[in-house]
Each structure stands twice: as structure tokens, then as C-alpha cells.
């Protein structure tokens, strides 16, 4: 996990974990439309193969690249348990500001006989 989170880190690499999710892509097409370099692209995929979130296949003289849905899987799952844990602690927030309202609008309500009292005897 900790190698998928460092591997993806990286703006770049992230880019071109992004732009391969719309399918397989060769190396110079993946510079292209990142604007980056064949060297700077091929040092990524490297760092992204190396970390299992990318496979490649040679096609004649190219190099293509595709992303190996496991690793994501496994990262989903991992996300996932702390998505779990964060909505329980948002709905008991939600709890608490609504009572926290509720609180207000007593108050607001205890106040204005008060107000109303205090404007009659100023005038």
C-alpha cells in the first residue's frame, strides 16, 4: 500500500495514472499529452511499473502501457474503511449541530419576551 501511495504521490505520475484510465497508451503519445519528455515519461512508468499500478506490452517498436486494476482495488478497499469511519464521525457532527440549533432557537425564543418587555418600558 504504502509503495501505491508513494508511486502515486508524484504529480506526474498521477497525470499519467489519469490519463491511462481511458485505456492503454504508448510512451511517446503519453509524452505528447502530457508534454513531457520520453525520457521523464519512461523514468515514471518505471516508478509506476515497479510499484505494480502499470503493465507493458511492446507492440511492434513501441511500448504500451496499461494500469493493472489490483492495486487500485486494494486501495479502494483500504480508502474505504476510513470512508466507513468518516461518515459515523459526520453523522454524529450533524447530531451535535442540530442540537446545537435546537439550543439556539430556544434562546432566541426565551429572549424575545425579554426584548419586547425592555422596548415597552424605554419608551
Known sequence: MLETLAA???PNRLRIVELLRAGPQ???EIGERLRLRQPQVSKHLQTLKKAGLV???PVAQQ???ELRPAPFRALHAWLERYRELWDARFD???GVIEELKL???VKERSNQPKEKKN???NK
Open 63 to 65: 511500448r504500451v502501457y
Open 119 to 121: 422596548a415597552r418600558r
Open 55 to 57: 503493465q507493458m506490452e
Open 26 to 28: 504508448p510512451v511517446g
Open 103 to 105: 439550543r439556539d432557537q
Open 92 to 94: 454524529e457532527l450533524e
Open 8 to 10: 502515486l504521490a508524484e
